[in-house]
Protein backbone atom coordinates (compact mmCIF):
# COMPACT_ATOMS: atom_id res chain seq x y z
CA UNK A 1 0.00 0.00 0.00
CA UNK A 2 1.46 3.62 -0.91
CA UNK A 3 -0.06 4.97 2.47
CA UNK A 4 2.06 2.63 4.46
CA UNK A 5 5.54 3.60 3.42
CA UNK A 6 8.71 3.30 4.49
CA UNK A 7 9.59 4.98 7.37
CA UNK A 8 5.87 5.37 9.38
CA UNK A 9 5.03 3.48 12.44
CA UNK A 10 3.15 0.13 12.22
CA UNK A 11 0.57 1.30 14.68
CA UNK A 12 -0.33 4.48 13.73
CA UNK A 13 -3.22 6.32 14.92
CA UNK A 14 -6.97 5.41 13.91
CA UNK A 15 -7.43 8.44 11.96
CA UNK A 16 -3.72 7.35 10.43
CA UNK A 17 -3.87 3.79 9.71
CA UNK A 18 -4.95 1.82 6.71
CA UNK A 19 -8.78 1.00 7.28
CA UNK A 20 -9.73 -2.56 7.52
CA UNK A 21 -13.10 -3.11 8.59
CA UNK A 22 -15.78 -2.62 5.31
CA UNK A 23 -17.56 0.15 5.77
CA UNK A 24 -21.72 -0.25 5.69
CA UNK A 25 -24.61 1.03 3.66
CA UNK A 26 -25.49 3.72 6.14
CA UNK A 27 -21.79 4.95 5.65
CA UNK A 28 -22.21 4.86 1.98
CA UNK A 29 -25.29 6.36 1.31
CA UNK A 30 -24.43 9.15 3.55
CA UNK A 31 -21.32 10.47 1.65
CA UNK A 32 -23.18 9.51 -1.97
CA UNK A 33 -26.16 11.87 -0.92
CA UNK A 34 -23.54 14.93 0.19
CA UNK A 35 -21.54 13.75 -2.79
CA UNK A 36 -24.89 14.13 -4.55
CA UNK A 37 -25.76 17.67 -3.55
CA UNK A 38 -22.12 18.95 -4.19
CA UNK A 39 -22.26 18.07 -7.76
CA UNK A 40 -25.28 19.21 -8.28
CA UNK A 41 -24.57 22.59 -7.11
CA UNK A 42 -21.25 23.31 -9.14
CA UNK A 43 -22.31 20.44 -12.70
CA UNK A 44 -25.79 22.08 -13.01
CA UNK A 45 -24.81 26.17 -13.06
CA UNK A 46 -21.86 25.39 -15.44
CA UNK A 47 -23.79 23.16 -18.13
CA UNK A 48 -26.82 24.92 -17.92
CA UNK A 49 -27.70 28.12 -15.62
CA UNK A 50 -24.22 29.95 -16.36
CA UNK A 51 -24.60 29.56 -20.12
CA UNK A 52 -28.23 31.01 -20.17
CA UNK A 53 -27.32 33.99 -17.75
CA UNK A 54 -24.03 34.76 -19.86
CA UNK A 55 -26.29 34.19 -22.77
CA UNK A 56 -28.43 37.11 -21.40
CA UNK A 57 -26.00 39.16 -20.16
CA UNK A 58 -23.42 39.21 -23.22
CA UNK A 59 -25.03 37.42 -26.90
CA UNK A 60 -22.44 38.29 -29.01
CA UNK A 61 -19.62 37.61 -26.75
CA UNK A 62 -21.26 34.37 -24.60
CA UNK A 63 -18.58 31.58 -26.06
CA UNK A 64 -15.32 33.95 -24.85
CA UNK A 65 -17.54 35.06 -21.33
CA UNK A 66 -18.29 31.31 -20.81
CA UNK A 67 -14.76 30.42 -21.49
CA UNK A 68 -13.65 33.15 -19.26
CA UNK A 69 -16.20 32.41 -15.85
CA UNK A 70 -15.31 28.32 -16.21
CA UNK A 71 -11.24 29.04 -16.46
CA UNK A 72 -11.17 31.58 -13.27
CA UNK A 73 -13.29 28.52 -11.48
CA UNK A 74 -11.29 26.07 -12.21
CA UNK A 75 -8.09 28.14 -11.41
CA UNK A 76 -9.75 28.91 -7.71
CA UNK A 77 -10.50 24.93 -7.39
CA UNK A 78 -7.05 24.20 -8.51
CA UNK A 79 -5.70 26.83 -5.35
CA UNK A 80 -8.54 25.57 -2.82
CA UNK A 81 -8.22 22.20 -2.89
CA UNK A 82 -4.90 21.10 -1.67
CA UNK A 83 -4.89 23.83 0.60
CA UNK A 84 -8.39 23.24 2.40
CA UNK A 85 -7.38 19.09 2.18
CA UNK A 86 -3.80 19.88 3.99
CA UNK A 87 -5.91 22.21 6.84
CA UNK A 88 -8.09 18.97 7.01
CA UNK A 89 -5.56 16.48 7.37
CA UNK A 90 -4.04 18.92 10.32
CA UNK A 91 -7.18 19.49 12.52
CA UNK A 92 -7.29 17.97 16.13
CA UNK A 93 -9.97 17.21 18.56
CA UNK A 94 -10.45 20.19 20.22
CA UNK A 95 -14.12 21.00 20.11
CA UNK A 96 -16.46 19.05 22.85
CA UNK A 97 -19.00 18.24 20.08
CA UNK A 98 -18.75 14.65 19.22
CA UNK A 99 -19.29 15.54 15.14
CA UNK A 100 -16.92 18.10 15.72
CA UNK A 101 -14.31 16.14 16.85
CA UNK A 102 -12.63 14.61 13.61
CA UNK A 103 -10.59 16.12 10.89
CA UNK A 104 -13.01 16.28 8.39
CA UNK A 105 -16.84 16.86 9.06
CA UNK A 106 -16.43 19.78 9.99
CA UNK A 107 -14.74 21.24 6.86
CA UNK A 108 -17.39 19.54 4.74
CA UNK A 109 -20.38 21.53 6.65
CA UNK A 110 -18.89 24.67 6.80
CA UNK A 111 -17.32 25.10 2.82
CA UNK A 112 -20.69 23.54 2.19
CA UNK A 113 -22.61 26.61 3.81
CA UNK A 114 -20.59 29.13 2.47
CA UNK A 115 -20.66 27.80 -0.83
CA UNK A 116 -24.42 27.51 -0.56
CA UNK A 117 -24.51 31.26 -0.08
CA UNK A 118 -22.31 32.02 -2.81
CA UNK A 119 -24.67 30.39 -5.07
CA UNK A 120 -27.26 32.49 -3.75
CA UNK A 121 -25.48 35.84 -4.06
CA UNK A 122 -24.32 34.64 -7.88
CA UNK A 123 -27.78 34.00 -8.73
CA UNK A 124 -28.34 37.74 -8.88
CA UNK A 125 -25.54 38.93 -10.85
CA UNK A 126 -26.56 41.07 -14.25
CA UNK A 127 -22.51 41.69 -15.43
CA UNK A 128 -19.68 39.25 -16.81
CA UNK A 129 -17.68 40.23 -13.72
CA UNK A 130 -20.11 40.14 -10.88
CA UNK A 131 -20.60 36.04 -12.56
CA UNK A 132 -16.93 35.57 -12.65
CA UNK A 133 -16.44 37.06 -8.88
CA UNK A 134 -19.00 34.86 -7.32
CA UNK A 135 -18.29 31.72 -9.38
CA UNK A 136 -14.60 32.28 -7.80
CA UNK A 137 -15.79 31.92 -4.79
CA UNK A 138 -17.97 28.92 -4.80
CA UNK A 139 -15.52 27.25 -6.83
CA UNK A 140 -12.68 27.70 -3.72
CA UNK A 141 -15.70 26.32 -1.38
CA UNK A 142 -16.96 23.88 -3.06
CA UNK A 143 -13.56 22.09 -3.56
CA UNK A 144 -13.24 22.82 0.41
CA UNK A 145 -15.79 20.85 0.32
CA UNK A 146 -14.36 17.86 -2.28
CA UNK A 147 -10.84 18.14 -0.30
CA UNK A 148 -12.59 16.42 3.30
CA UNK A 149 -15.47 14.35 1.12
CA UNK A 150 -12.82 12.83 -0.60
CA UNK A 151 -10.95 11.87 2.01
CA UNK A 152 -13.31 10.07 3.49
CA UNK A 153 -12.55 6.52 1.28
CA UNK A 154 -8.69 6.08 2.07
CA UNK A 155 -9.40 7.27 5.65
CA UNK A 156 -12.48 4.77 6.04
CA UNK A 157 -12.36 1.87 3.32
CA UNK A 158 -10.46 -0.41 3.00
CA UNK A 159 -8.60 -1.51 -0.35
CA UNK A 160 -10.33 -4.15 -1.17
CA UNK A 161 -13.74 -2.48 -1.00
CA UNK A 162 -12.90 0.40 -2.72
CA UNK A 163 -13.32 0.29 -6.63
CA UNK A 164 -16.97 -0.96 -5.05
CA UNK A 165 -17.61 2.58 -3.14
CA UNK A 166 -16.09 4.47 -5.13
CA UNK A 167 -18.58 3.32 -7.63
CA UNK A 168 -21.07 4.59 -5.58
CA UNK A 169 -19.74 7.76 -4.37
CA UNK A 170 -18.35 8.39 -7.86
CA UNK A 171 -22.31 7.94 -9.48
CA UNK A 172 -23.42 11.54 -8.25
CA UNK A 173 -21.19 13.16 -10.30
CA UNK A 174 -23.62 11.98 -13.24
CA UNK A 175 -26.79 11.92 -11.14
CA UNK A 176 -26.30 15.24 -9.79
CA UNK A 177 -26.39 16.65 -13.14
CA UNK A 178 -29.25 15.33 -14.61
CA UNK A 179 -31.18 16.17 -11.25
CA UNK A 180 -30.16 19.28 -10.97
CA UNK A 181 -31.33 19.54 -14.77
CA UNK A 182 -34.76 18.13 -14.72
CA UNK A 183 -35.01 20.98 -11.40
CA UNK A 184 -33.96 23.98 -13.10
CA UNK A 185 -35.06 23.05 -16.77
CA UNK A 186 -38.93 21.72 -15.69
CA UNK A 187 -39.27 22.43 -11.69
CA UNK A 188 -38.01 25.46 -11.00
CA UNK A 189 -37.43 27.27 -14.79
CA UNK A 190 -36.38 30.67 -13.31
CA UNK A 191 -32.88 31.27 -12.85
CA UNK A 192 -32.71 32.99 -9.12
CA UNK A 193 -35.10 29.77 -8.05
CA UNK A 194 -33.13 27.03 -10.33
CA UNK A 195 -29.65 28.89 -8.22
CA UNK A 196 -31.61 29.12 -4.93
CA UNK A 197 -33.05 25.20 -4.93
CA UNK A 198 -29.46 23.91 -5.68
CA UNK A 199 -27.62 26.02 -2.79
CA UNK A 200 -30.10 24.55 -0.46
CA UNK A 201 -29.75 21.09 -1.54
CA UNK A 202 -26.05 21.29 -1.24
CA UNK A 203 -26.47 22.24 2.83
CA UNK A 204 -29.56 19.92 3.28
CA UNK A 205 -27.86 16.60 1.28
CA UNK A 206 -24.10 17.12 3.36
CA UNK A 207 -26.06 17.23 6.87
CA UNK A 208 -27.03 13.14 7.01
CA UNK A 209 -22.72 12.58 6.46
CA UNK A 210 -21.70 14.96 8.62
CA UNK A 211 -24.02 14.54 11.77
CA UNK A 212 -24.59 10.18 11.42
CA UNK A 213 -21.49 9.08 10.51
CA UNK A 214 -17.97 8.98 12.07
CA UNK A 215 -15.20 11.00 11.55
CA UNK A 216 -11.89 9.87 12.95
CA UNK A 217 -9.93 12.30 15.04
CA UNK A 218 -6.47 13.05 15.59
CA UNK A 219 -4.74 14.17 18.84
CA UNK A 220 -2.48 16.98 18.63
CA UNK A 221 0.34 14.40 18.91
CA UNK A 222 0.10 13.07 15.98
CA UNK A 223 -0.51 16.39 14.17
CA UNK A 224 1.80 16.93 10.80
CA UNK A 225 3.78 20.35 11.57
CA UNK A 226 2.94 23.09 9.08
CA UNK A 227 4.08 26.39 7.90
CA UNK A 228 2.64 27.98 4.37
CA UNK A 229 6.19 27.90 3.17
CA UNK A 230 5.78 23.74 3.76
CA UNK A 231 2.53 24.17 2.30
CA UNK A 232 3.71 26.12 -0.92
CA UNK A 233 6.17 23.24 -1.59
CA UNK A 234 3.81 20.43 -1.05
CA UNK A 235 2.03 21.18 -3.70
CA UNK A 236 4.80 19.72 -5.38
CA UNK A 237 5.87 15.97 -5.70
CA UNK A 238 8.63 15.00 -6.54
CA UNK A 239 8.05 12.45 -10.16
CA UNK A 240 11.20 10.29 -9.41
CA UNK A 241 10.11 9.88 -5.57
CA UNK A 242 6.72 9.09 -6.06
CA UNK A 243 6.37 8.33 -10.34
CA UNK A 244 2.80 6.43 -9.46
CA UNK A 245 1.22 9.15 -7.89
CA UNK A 246 3.15 10.82 -10.55
CA UNK A 247 1.48 9.30 -13.58
CA UNK A 248 -2.40 8.92 -11.84
CA UNK A 249 -2.10 12.55 -11.95
CA UNK A 250 -1.00 13.06 -15.84
CA UNK A 251 -3.61 10.49 -16.51
CA UNK A 252 -6.42 12.21 -14.42
CA UNK A 253 -5.24 15.32 -16.11
CA UNK A 254 -5.41 14.00 -19.34
CA UNK A 255 -9.28 12.44 -19.07
CA UNK A 256 -10.48 15.43 -17.24
CA UNK A 257 -9.42 17.83 -20.24
CA UNK A 258 -11.13 15.49 -22.59
CA UNK A 259 -14.37 15.57 -20.45
CA UNK A 260 -13.56 19.42 -20.07
CA UNK A 261 -13.19 20.01 -23.59
CA UNK A 262 -15.90 17.46 -24.82
CA UNK A 263 -18.55 18.75 -23.19
CA UNK A 264 -18.08 22.70 -22.31
CA UNK A 265 -19.50 23.87 -25.45
CA UNK A 266 -23.07 21.24 -25.49
CA UNK A 267 -25.89 23.37 -24.99
CA UNK A 268 -24.63 25.65 -27.95
CA UNK A 269 -23.81 22.76 -30.12
CA UNK A 270 -27.09 21.44 -29.90
CA UNK A 271 -28.45 25.54 -30.73
CA UNK A 272 -25.95 26.55 -32.79
CA UNK A 273 -24.79 22.92 -34.91
CA UNK A 274 -27.56 20.77 -34.32
CA UNK A 275 -30.26 23.13 -34.20
CA UNK A 276 -32.31 21.35 -32.19
CA UNK A 277 -34.97 23.25 -32.18
CA UNK A 278 -35.38 23.68 -36.05
CA UNK A 279 -35.60 19.28 -35.37
CA UNK A 280 -38.54 19.72 -32.69
CA UNK A 281 -40.36 22.76 -32.94
CA UNK A 282 -41.60 23.63 -29.66
CA UNK A 283 -38.59 22.86 -27.81
CA UNK A 284 -35.42 24.28 -26.74
CA UNK A 285 -31.77 23.42 -26.86
CA UNK A 286 -31.81 22.89 -23.35
CA UNK A 287 -34.72 20.26 -23.81
CA UNK A 288 -32.17 18.57 -25.91
CA UNK A 289 -29.01 18.75 -23.27
CA UNK A 290 -31.75 17.35 -20.46
CA UNK A 291 -31.86 14.17 -23.00
CA UNK A 292 -28.64 13.29 -23.64
CA UNK A 293 -27.77 14.22 -19.78
CA UNK A 294 -30.50 10.95 -18.72
CA UNK A 295 -28.88 9.08 -21.86
CA UNK A 296 -25.72 9.33 -20.38
CA UNK A 297 -26.51 8.75 -16.86
CA UNK A 298 -27.90 6.23 -16.78
CA UNK A 299 -25.03 4.78 -18.60
CA UNK A 300 -23.19 6.31 -15.69
CA UNK A 301 -24.81 4.73 -13.09
CA UNK A 302 -24.92 1.31 -13.91
CA UNK A 303 -20.88 0.95 -15.39
CA UNK A 304 -20.00 2.84 -12.53
CA UNK A 305 -21.35 0.47 -9.83
CA UNK A 306 -20.64 -2.43 -12.20
CA UNK A 307 -17.24 -1.77 -13.32
CA UNK A 308 -16.59 -1.01 -9.50
CA UNK A 309 -17.70 -4.52 -8.33
CA UNK A 310 -16.09 -6.19 -11.11
CA UNK A 311 -12.55 -4.31 -10.28
CA UNK A 312 -12.63 -5.31 -7.18
CA UNK A 313 -13.08 -8.69 -7.64
CA UNK A 314 -10.68 -9.19 -10.41
CA UNK A 315 -8.07 -6.41 -9.40
CA UNK A 316 -7.64 -5.10 -12.27
CA UNK A 317 -7.61 -1.49 -12.53
CA UNK A 318 -5.60 -0.01 -15.35
CA UNK A 319 -7.61 -2.09 -17.88
CA UNK A 320 -11.01 -0.94 -16.99
CA UNK A 321 -9.43 2.61 -17.29
CA UNK A 322 -8.21 2.00 -20.28
CA UNK A 323 -11.35 0.62 -21.96
CA UNK A 324 -13.11 3.59 -20.20
CA UNK A 325 -10.74 6.16 -21.55
CA UNK A 326 -10.75 4.85 -25.22
CA UNK A 327 -14.87 4.50 -25.14
CA UNK A 328 -14.99 8.68 -24.75
CA UNK A 329 -12.42 8.94 -27.18
CA UNK A 330 -14.64 7.06 -29.33
CA UNK A 331 -17.47 9.20 -28.68
CA UNK A 332 -15.80 12.07 -29.50
CA UNK A 333 -14.45 11.03 -32.91
CA UNK A 334 -18.32 10.18 -33.60
CA UNK A 335 -18.81 14.04 -33.17
CA UNK A 336 -16.22 14.70 -34.97
CA UNK A 337 -17.26 13.73 -38.46
CA UNK A 338 -20.73 13.66 -37.92
CA UNK A 339 -23.36 16.56 -36.58
CA UNK A 340 -26.36 14.63 -36.29
CA UNK A 341 -29.28 14.31 -33.41
CA UNK A 342 -28.49 10.66 -33.83
CA UNK A 343 -24.85 10.99 -33.74
CA UNK A 344 -25.36 13.06 -30.23
CA UNK A 345 -27.16 10.47 -28.78
CA UNK A 346 -24.75 7.49 -29.70
CA UNK A 347 -21.88 9.74 -28.54
CA UNK A 348 -24.15 10.71 -25.41
CA UNK A 349 -24.58 6.69 -24.69
CA UNK A 350 -20.81 6.15 -25.50
CA UNK A 351 -19.76 8.62 -23.38
CA UNK A 352 -21.40 8.03 -20.46
CA UNK A 353 -20.14 3.94 -20.45
CA UNK A 354 -16.76 4.95 -20.44
CA UNK A 355 -16.95 8.11 -17.71
CA UNK A 356 -19.20 5.44 -15.49
CA UNK A 357 -16.63 2.94 -15.35
CA UNK A 358 -13.79 5.94 -15.50
CA UNK A 359 -15.60 7.22 -12.20
CA UNK A 360 -15.35 4.24 -9.69
CA UNK A 361 -12.26 2.60 -10.75
CA UNK A 362 -9.47 5.62 -11.38
CA UNK A 363 -10.60 6.99 -7.91
CA UNK A 364 -9.97 3.51 -5.93
CA UNK A 365 -6.71 3.38 -7.69
CA UNK A 366 -5.37 6.71 -6.90
CA UNK A 367 -6.16 5.96 -3.25
CA UNK A 368 -3.36 3.02 -3.99
CA UNK A 369 -0.74 5.52 -4.76
CA UNK A 370 -0.97 8.05 -2.56
CA UNK A 371 2.39 8.75 -0.81
CA UNK A 372 1.69 9.25 3.06
CA UNK A 373 -1.59 8.21 5.43
CA UNK A 374 -0.85 11.96 7.23
CA UNK A 375 -1.34 14.07 4.25
CA UNK A 376 -4.39 11.90 2.63
CA UNK A 377 -6.68 15.00 2.04
CA UNK A 378 -3.66 17.10 0.70
CA UNK A 379 -2.60 14.62 -2.12
CA UNK A 380 -5.81 13.71 -2.98
CA UNK A 381 -5.81 17.87 -3.53
CA UNK A 382 -2.93 17.84 -5.57
CA UNK A 383 -4.89 15.27 -7.77
CA UNK A 384 -8.03 17.16 -7.74
CA UNK A 385 -5.53 19.82 -9.77
CA UNK A 386 -5.94 17.28 -12.56
CA UNK A 387 -9.80 17.08 -12.08
CA UNK A 388 -10.66 20.86 -11.93
CA UNK A 389 -7.77 22.31 -13.64
CA UNK A 390 -8.54 21.18 -16.60
CA UNK A 391 -11.85 22.98 -16.78
CA UNK A 392 -9.65 26.23 -17.46
CA UNK A 393 -7.03 25.15 -19.90
CA UNK A 394 -10.07 22.88 -21.37
CA UNK A 395 -11.79 26.44 -22.35
CA UNK A 396 -8.83 28.11 -23.09
CA UNK A 397 -8.00 25.45 -25.93
CA UNK A 398 -11.99 24.94 -26.66
CA UNK A 399 -12.89 28.44 -27.95
CA UNK A 400 -10.05 29.21 -30.09
CA UNK A 401 -10.93 25.52 -31.37
CA UNK A 402 -14.63 26.11 -32.28
CA UNK A 403 -13.65 29.82 -33.41
CA UNK A 404 -10.92 28.42 -35.84
CA UNK A 405 -12.12 24.94 -37.16
CA UNK A 406 -15.36 24.79 -35.73
CA UNK A 407 -16.76 22.06 -33.52
CA UNK A 408 -15.21 18.62 -35.33
CA UNK A 409 -11.92 20.51 -34.81
CA UNK A 410 -12.87 20.59 -31.24
CA UNK A 411 -13.63 16.89 -30.77
CA UNK A 412 -10.96 15.81 -32.72
CA UNK A 413 -8.53 17.43 -30.52
CA UNK A 414 -11.04 16.17 -27.50
CA UNK A 415 -10.74 12.26 -28.87
CA UNK A 416 -6.96 12.29 -29.06
CA UNK A 417 -6.43 13.94 -25.25
CA UNK A 418 -8.92 11.09 -24.04
CA UNK A 419 -7.09 8.05 -26.04
CA UNK A 420 -4.24 9.63 -24.49
CA UNK A 421 -5.41 9.40 -20.78
CA UNK A 422 -6.09 5.75 -21.45
CA UNK A 423 -2.56 4.68 -22.58
CA UNK A 424 -0.58 6.41 -19.72
CA UNK A 425 -2.11 4.78 -17.12
CA UNK A 426 -0.20 1.49 -17.79
CA UNK A 427 3.04 3.60 -16.50
CA UNK A 428 1.73 3.33 -13.18
CA UNK A 429 3.51 0.00 -12.08
CA UNK A 430 2.19 -0.72 -8.57
CA UNK A 431 -1.27 -0.95 -9.22
CA UNK A 432 -2.42 -4.63 -11.56
Given at each position: ??????????????????????????????????????????????????????????????????????????????????????????????????????????????????????????????????????????????????????????????????????????????????????????VFTKLISGYDT?????????????????????????????????????????????????????????????????????????????????????????????????????????????????????????????????????????????????????????????????????????????????????????????IVCPSAIGALL???????????????????????????????????
Amino acid sequence: MADQVAGEPSTLPRALAEPTAAVRGRWITGLSLASLGMWMASLTPLQVLIPIQLQDITPQHKIAALALVSGLGAIASGIATPLAGALSDRTTHRFPLGWLRGRRHRWTLSMALLAAAALAVLARQTSVAGVAVLWILFSAFQNGEYASLSAAIPDHVPVRQRATVAGWVGMPQALGLVVGTVLVVDVFTKLISGYDTLALLLVVLTLPFVLLTPDHALDGTDRPAFSWRQLARSYWLSPRQYPDFAWAWVTRFLVSLAIAMGTLYLLYFLRDQVHYARLFPGQKAQDGLLILIVIYTVCVVITAIVGGIISDRIGKRKMIVTISGALIGVAAVLLTFVETWQATLGAAFLFGVGFGGYLAVDQALITQVLPAARDRAKDLGIINIAIVCPSAIGALLAAPLVSLGGYPTLFAATAVVAIAGSVFVWKIKSVP
